[in-house]
């Protein structure tokens, strides 16, 4: 028993975060009695800096921190050996590990374990909408509800799935034997269940789940109770863990291309993961020290956001929004790389405007930086901000319509495989364009004056968030799916999952513009009687979205345990990863590819993406050299 | 003793090695990234700074308050020179000088906890607390986020200098040292800002 | 295929303004808004078009057929003069729809004369309304808003605890109540007199979904005499 305590592993895990428990007592209560603060022993104090202590604990007893303590203590240097590299049982999924393919997969099925976690919260909520007055819940816990909801999807679900999807198929995208740190990218995975757990602890603690929505502005967040600091503490280990990971890809994407892959050979995914990963390293800090503020006055009594003592109430929202409206482009670009992946293959043909889908990845980075304040147009922020921001926030559809135009040119005249991923794909780019249009109109100041708050806010996210971001997961987990597990999903069962999913979300999310128009406010528990209708007819469509979710987890996780063998390459791609078994050996590569031409040469007589020689060795000229390819036609 | 690393090689298949696509090392390139992000939480900072004391307007520092500008002074003084004998530690070592090395970092380490101890001092006897007023708070967040970054600089050079004396590094092999260290510097630009504009502006 | 679109947009744009989106119209303002948005219905509905019918065609048309299985597209890679159209038309209405948007806006917010003034405070969980003493009199205060017909009003407004959000859906006007400072919004009031909803729409709390009141909007003679018993009521106390 005690070996296996002093292993890294899960029970040193649990007797860490036992410890971590113990020890936010032993620090709280001297500290307290030495100010004489009454009660001595007060649940609050505990439980905050348990909130920062416990994870940390669990985190040492798994082993995440081993090797640096080692490196630290200046005993001699290890040699890697590869031992928490790969996965051989499904225990190896429950312990630090290194491979990045394995690392994929702990993220996706964690991400998705949240979805359905989030999605169930979702039901509950529109379960209660479906009548006036309430019925179910208490008006605060359907604050809980909505709250718990959006931040778990936003921070637990969308993000790292995304980086789960990209630590899967980047590495092996662009040639590279692992990440660039791969026990930094372990850390990162483990700290997602720490945060989301913690999220879900909320509701346990008196005072119920933080209800203050997952923008939790002050000063309604910094007298809430102890629930509120579950997100407060929370959300900071998933930020951590997203500014790791995007450091991680960035530093991979840099240095560990494959020979001949200059940037403008890197699949689109590359680009897109690599315009996210600016975007999580320069946005993301603001979000951190946004909730520092919050936890400071709320557990320590500081001014921040108390005007009497010269505190600023829209110093949060400036301050918040500076992080999470590039947070919707975080949420969105890595989409964006997927479906030009899956588009190309799909329709056989290359992408459209390559360079300018690049460049538009880009433009969207710059721009996201530059459009915070539409997010507070009604907020009594300083006039003369709103038009500024207007117009950025109009001109950011440029990029965004060159994207969806390139695509619809991608498909013209192509071989269109209308599978599930295909399926996925065009329904993203069919809704899309929706929640693009109607980003327009709330750019426009005075619609928004009037819709803001609404419904019609509701609608446009889960347009652009459900339509736009988990569409493309879909897709990209169908796509992969052969990859990662070696197994051939049911086709039939993705295309109907595809069919009730879009007509369901058409049905649920369309009718909120209405609503919103008409003047139903968002975070609502109760409304007025005027949109009982809508809203029954709302929550039975939400119900069919909810149901063709268990078909999808059915289908894959049937597949996964007895589908049909995988080939290495089925699409048919040209990219690196699908040149590579399915699943990808151990070490991805035994030797690193060479790369002779662009990413998406379908349709150029034998075009060649990557070879498998030595760098020094001379390459098979492929017949029609790629990289003098014609670029126009 | 860096020999250790090398027995284990042949009887354990590996991946292969990557190809280095850019001239930066992966380390290197890993600490800019992690400054950038740090920048960008000490701007956030700044960003409730200025919402206090410029677009509030609100007066700097709060009524009946006074930072010690000469102490904090002294105090720049001290960081800034530990971040030249981190310098001179670092090329001592690129000469295989190793006693000027070591002596470089121990005396490096000693200032910045100097640096540290003088910062807590100060908030002993500044006379305001954080629950008083907004700037108050800003005032304890900036420098106490600073002082959150020294402690964490001094835990690297703390591991360093522990490494330092156990023999490690050598000209040839300064990586483990260089990276620590420009977190360091990068701490010491960064108090020179919070200085220049809680203090002295 | 360019009729088809043409009939296909102008189909969906007569759907787009059948369809009944608004709340009635109780300000001056709510006309200028709602006109912005079926301008921009207008412009939208083309593009929405365009896209759908685009996916349609190629799916249609271009789907793949037994026998093509292991067939490609032709290498297409790009096309500069079609890229920088669908690069500088969308910016150019973008940035018309900007402008229109902007001198609407500035209408909406022009400063009438004779503009009646009404501070609102928001708390957990309701509104005050409060009305500024005249000739040395005392305020008047109020728990449902009262307002004349046809007539500039300017709210004041303010908060006691945490943000709220003072929205009477009909004026199509919102603001954040926010502690520390004083936000506005004018508005003029139409000819009908009418009741509508005032509800909050930042999230305060708990009960922020029942911080309901009700706006009546009085003909102008009808609003004096209940102003002239409140003020004497005022007076009393």
Known sequence: MTARLRAPGMPRAGLGLALGIALSYAIVLPVRALYGFEPLVDGDAVTIVALLAAPFGFLFGLGAFDYWFYWASGRPTRPEDHSGHGATSWRDYFRVNTDHKVIGIQYTVTSFFFLLVGGALAMLMRAELAQPGMQFVSTDAFNGLFSVHASILIFLFIIPVFAGLANFVLPLMIGAPDMAFPRLNALSYWLLPIAGTMMLLSFLVPGGSFATGWTAYAPLSTDAPLGQLFFTIGVQFAGASSVATALNFLVT???????????????????????????????????????????????????????????????????????????????????FGIISEIISVKARKPIFGYRMMAFSLLAIVVLGFTVWAHHMFVSGMQEWIRVPMMITTAIIAVPTGIKIFSWLATLWRGVLHL????????????????????????????????VSDTYFIVAHIHYVLFGGSLFTIFAGVYYWFPKMTGRMYDERLGKIHFWITFIGFNLTFGPMHLIGMKGMPRRVADYAEQFAGWNLFISLASFAVGLSTLIFVYNMVASWRGGPRAEANPWRALTLEWQVSSPPPIFNFDQIPTVVGGPYEYGVPGAV???????????????????TAPKKE | ????????????????????????????????????????????????????????????????????????????????????????????????????????????????????????????????????????????????????????????????????????????????????????????????VVYTSVYIL | MLIIGAIASALGIAGALAIDWFPKVGSTQADDIDTLFDVLLIASVPIFVLVQ???????????????????????????????????????????????????????????????????????????????????????????????????????????????????????RMKIDAVPGITTEYRITTTRDARSYPVVCAELCGLGHATMRQTAHVLPEAEFETWMQRKRAEAQNT
Request: glycine share 8%; aromatic share 14%.
């Open chain 1, 253 to 335: 994407i840099i240095t560990m291309r494959a020979p001949g892959m200059s940037f403008w050979r890197m699949p689109l995914l590359v680009w897109a993961n690599f315009s996210t990963s600016l975007l999580v390293v320069i946005a993301t800090p603001f979000i951190a020290a946004s909730q520092f503020f919050v936890l400071l006055d709320r557990a320590l009594g500081f001014n921040f956001f108390v005007p009497d003592r010269g505190g600023d109430v829209l110093m949060y929202q400036h301050v918040f929004w500076f992080y999470s409206h590039p947070a919707v482009y975080i949420m969105m670009l890595p989409g």
């Open chain 1, 419 to 450: 599978d599930t991923p295909m399926l996925f794909a065009l329904g993203f780019l069919t809704m899309f364009v929706l929640g693009g249009i109607s980003g327009v109109m709330l750019a426009m100041i005075p619609v928004v004056i009037h």
């Open chain 1, 609 to 627: 993406h990557g070879v498998f020689k030595k760098p020094g060795e001379v390459a098979p000229a492929p017949a029609g050299r790629v990289a």
């Open chain 2, 1 to 192: 003793m860096e020999a250790a690393s090398v027995a284990h090689a042949e009887h354990h298949h590996g991946p292969p090695p990557a190809n280095q696509s850019s001239r930066v090392e992966p380390q290197l390139l890993g600490m800019l990234l992690f400054i950038i992000s740090e920048v960008m939480i000490f701007g956030a900072f700044f960003t409730a700074y200025f919402f206090i004391r410029v677009v509030q307007g609100e007066e700097w520092p709060a009524a009946g308050t006074e930072l010690p500008v000469a102490i904090a002074g002294v105090n720049t003084a001290i960081l800034v020179s530990s971040s030249i004998t981190l310098h001179w530690a670092e090329s001592a070592l690129k000469r295989d000088n190793r006693f000027g090395f070591k002596a470089g970092m121990v005396v490096t380490f000693l200032l910045g906890a100097t640096f540290l101890f003088i910062q807590v001092n100060e908030y002993v006897h500044i006379g305001f607390s954080p629950q008083d007023t907004a700037q108050g708070s800003i005032f304890y967040g900036l420098t106490g986020l600073h002082g959150a970054h020294v402690f964490i600089g001094l835990l690297l050079l703390l591991f360093v200098t522990i490494r330092a004396f156990r023999g490690h590094f050598s000209s040839q092999s300064h990586r483990g040292v260089e990276v620590p260290g420009i977190y360091w510097h990068f701490v010491d630009v960064m108090w020179i």
């Open chain 3, 53 to 171: 019918s685009i996916v349609l065609y190629c799916v249609w048309k271009f789907r793949m057929r037994p026998g093509d299985e292991l067939k490609d597209g032709p290498p297409i890679h790009g096309n500069t003069a079609l890229e920088v159209i669908w690069t500088t038309i969308p910016a150019l209405l973008l940035v018309g729809l900007c402008a229109y948007a902007y001198v609407v806006l500035g209408d909406m917010e022009e400063k009438e004369p004779n503009t009646m003034v009404v501070n609102v405070t928001g708390e957990q969980f309701t509104w005050t309304f409060q009305y500024p003493a005249e000739n040395g009199g005392k305020p008047v205060r109020t728990n449902q808003l009262y307002l004349p017909a046809g007539r500039p009003v300017k709210f004041n407004v303010r908060s006691k605890d945490v943000i709220h959000d003072f929205w009477v859906p009909e004026f």
